[in-house]
């Protein structure tokens, strides 16, 4: 019939005591299931963006999931070249220095808030975060690395800040340890959002001279959007992380690929719950942009689409 599109068949797919992630994942998309073949779309489209020769690739990212056991999966990723450059929040910080030098612990979100605070916890969803492995601890370690900077310099850009805190932590469960072992710049545009942006704060009270060039910060991602060939993103839940990213690629006429994963709705007027095509009228993604989304809670599907990711690229083994 004249007119009619082709259509492709839903197709089953099953599963084994050993899959294949990348069949499993190919058969999801087959499937043609609901999230399971968006969880497909935005695995392939990263994958395939990866791939991509001349592509700069960016990951933005809330703090909250590196107080989870996803942050070794983004060491991974950084480990893997499968990453260029890094915005996020500042949380990403704080909870980097604090699970380097100690432990978070597994709880649950029906917890008593009031006991947990009687006896030394803070609760992050379900994750436990013991009071003194947190500010304190931060507190701690920062006043010193804040000094030893001081020394050297007046200012210091928070992707200066990251390498630093990174270089000291000298630890391979460090995520920004890797990330500047690796040269992948870490960007955080609400520094002063968390407890390393307050220790900055604390040590400038008696370092009157002592300055956060965020200026700076944003003269190199000028230079590294406008050096690249072709720039994609993998966009992690909303807020600052995501609206910088596409905020930089807007100046050279959008990411040429964009993958979102988000459980923010559209329907608040919000930036963390705007989706792709709301970023094409803003020329933040280009209208012919391959791209890809998903409805989901980052935890559950990062694995499974930077695996992917890895997989298609033939390095099963990280180095």
């Known amino acids: 019939m004249t007119g009619t599109p082709k259509l492709e068949k839903v197709r089953d797919y099953h599963v084994s005591a050993s899959p294949d992630l990348a069949s499993l994942l190919e058969g999801m998309g087959k499937g043609g299931g609901f999230m399971g073949r968006n969880l497909f779309d935005v695995a392939s489209t990263f994958s395939a963006m990866c791939a991509r020769e001349g592509c700069t ?36 910080l704080d909870h980097d220095i604090a699970r380097t030098l100690g432990d978070y612990y597994v709880g649950s979100f029906g917890m008593d808030d009031a006991r947990l605070k009687k006896a030394g916890y803070h609760r992050l969803g379900n994750v436990l975060v013991p009071l003194e492995g947190y500010g304190p601890l931060i507190e701690k370690r920062m006043q010193p690395l804040l000094g030893r900077i001081y020394e ?20 391979e469960r460090s995520l920004l340890y890797w990330a500047q072992k690796k040269g992948v710049p870490v960007f955080v545009p609400g520094i002063t959002d968390g407890a390393v942006g307050s220790q900055v704060w604390l040590f400038s009270e008696s370092h009157r001279d002592f300055r956060l060039d965020l200026l700076g910060d944003e003269r190199r991602l000028s230079d590294i959007f406008s050096d690249a060939k072709e720039t994609g993103a ?42 792709i095509r709301e970023a094409v009228s803003w020329g933040k993604v280009k209208v012919g942009a391959r791209q890809a989304a998903i409805d989901a809670e ?13 997989t298609k690229r033939g390095r099963r083994q990280i180095p």
């Open 57 to 92: 690739k960016f990951l933005s990212f809330p703090a909250a999931i590196v107080a989870t056991g996803l942050r070794g999966v983004l060491v991974d990723m950084v480990r893997a070249g499968l990453v260029d450059a890094i915005i996020t929040t500042c949380g990403t």
């Open 152 to 171: 050297r310099r007046r200012s210091v850009t928070t992707e200066e800040l990251a390498a630093e805190i990174g270089r000291d932590l000298a630890s």
């Open 234 to 275: 993998l966009v992690l839940g909303g807020g600052i992380s995501k609206h910088h990213t596409i905020w930089w690629a807007q100046f050279r006429g959008g990411l040429d690929w964009a993958c979102y994963v988000s459980t923010a709705q559209e329907t608040d007027g919000s930036l963390s719950g705007a989706r």
């Open 298 to 310: 980052v935890t559950t599907v990062l694995p499974f689409i930077a695996s992917y990711a890895l």
